[in-house]
C-alpha cells in the first residue's frame, strides 16, 4: 500500500472525526444551556415553596457593600432599575409616593413607608395599605467573598398568597421573574452604569437607557 492511499483512506476518518467532535460540541452546548434553564426555572419554584407567600432572590454586585446599600437606600434610585416603577417622590422622612405602571398602561399609586433600616445591611419597607393587601420587601446587604462584592437578598412577602400570585398571572405579572430581572438590573447599574436587561419591564422603559 502507497503512502498516497494511506492519506486518502484517512481523509474521511477524519471528516468523520471532525462531524462527530460538531455534534458532540453543539450537544453539550445545548445540554449547559437546558441545565442553566432548568436550574433558574427551579429557583423560582424553590422560591415559591419556601412559602406560598414569600418570594426571594439574590444577585453578587462587584461594588462595596457600601456603595451598594447608598444607591438603593436613596429611592430617587430605585426607577432606574425596576421594571414597572416610573416615579419615586419623597412625602415624609419614611415616606414615599411610588408611580407604578400596570398593564394596559395603567398607572396607579403607592404609598411605601421604611419600617426598618441598618446601615449597609438592611433596608425593610412596606406598602401602606390595609393588612390585608399589604407588601413587605426586605432587602439584605452583606460583603462577599471578593474584595468589594456585595451579596444583596431580597425577600418580598405578597398578599393573598397563591389566590395573589394567581390574579397577578392572568394580567401578565410574575412576582418571580420580575423580582430576578429587576436584581440584574441592579448589578447592571452598579457595575457598569446602564441597563441592558429590558425583561419584565414597562415595554420601553429602558431602551434609550441600554443603547
Not at 492511499?5 to 444551556?33: M, Y
Not at 426555572?41 to 426571594?56: G, P, V
Not at 432572590?57 to 444607591?71: M, S, Y
Amino acid at each position: 500500500m502507497t503512502s498516497n492511499s494511506v492519506a486518502k483512506n484517512s481523509e474521511p476518518r477524519t471528516c468523520k472525526g471532525t462531524a462527530v467532535a460538531v455534534l458532540v460540541g453543539s450537544a453539550l452546548a445545548i445540554g449547559i444551556a437546558t441545565f442553566i434553564t432548568n436550574e433558574r426555572r427551579h429557583y423560582m419554584e424553590r422560591s415559591f415553596r419556601q412559602n406560598e407567600n414569600t418570594i426571594e432572590g439574590r444577585v453578587t454586585i462587584k461594588r462595596p457593600v457600601e456603595k451598594v446599600f447608598e444607591f438603593y437606600r436613596n429611592f430617587n434610585n430605585l426607577p432606574s432599575f425596576l421594571g414597572d416603577v416610573m416615579a419615586i417622590d419623597k412625602t415624609g422622612s419614611a415616606t414615599s409616593r411610588w408611580t407604578i405602571q400596570g398593564p394596559l398602561g395603567i398607572q396607579v399609586h403607592w404609598t411605601v413607608r421604611v419600617t426598618e433600616e441598618r446601615p449597609n445591611e438592611l433596608i425593610r419597607y412596606e406598602t401602606v395599605s390595609s393588612p390585608a393587601l399589604k407588601t413587605v420587601w426586605e432587602v439584605y446587604f452583606a460583603s462577599g467573598l471578593a474584595t468589594d462584592e456585595t451579596e444583596v437578598r431580597e425577600v418580598m412577602k405578597v398578599p393573598l398568597g397563591r389566590l395573589g400570585r394567581a390574579a397577578l398571572a392572568l394580567i401578565g405579572k410574575f412576582p418571580a421573574e420580575e423580582m430576578y430581572s429587576n436584581l440584574n438590573r441592579l448589578r447592571e447599574m452598579l457595575e457598569t452604569g446602564k441597563v441592558t436587561d429590558t425583561s419584565y419591564a414597562v415595554k420601553g422603559k429602558f431602551d434609550k437607557r441600554s443603547k
